[in-house]
């Protein structure tokens, strides 16, 4: 079941090598930050991925985001 309390709320966007994966790392030491648990995960851009549906991709990269205000993605892709 889709429970969207703990999907992404907050996307990070940019171009390759212009600091995402420093922007992501500062973002996720706040304790009420909650980071996908990989970077780049492309999942809105890639159709492979997107057709696996949101409750796949809940559960794969947002598992422990329940209860974190902030729940967040980065992938370059997304640009």
């Given amino acids: 079941m889709i429970d969207f309390y703990t999907l992404?709320?907050?996307l990070i966007i940019g171009a390759?090598?212009?600091?995402?994966t420093s922007l992501f790392d500062v973002f996720?030491?706040?304790?009420?930050?909650?980071?996908?648990?990989?970077?780049e995960i492309h999942f809105f851009?890639?159709?492979?991925r997107f057709n696996r549906g949101l409750e796949w991709y809940q559960d794969t990269y947002f598992r422990g985001a329940a209860g974190h205000p902030i729940r967040l993605e980065a992938s370059t892709s997304y640009l």
């Fill in 16 to 20: 390759a090598k212009s600091g995402t």
């Fill in 28 to 39: 996720t030491q706040h304790p009420q930050v909650y980071g996908a648990e990989a970077k």
């Fill in 45 to 48: 851009s890639r159709e492979e």
């Fill in 8 to 10: 992404p709320n907050f």
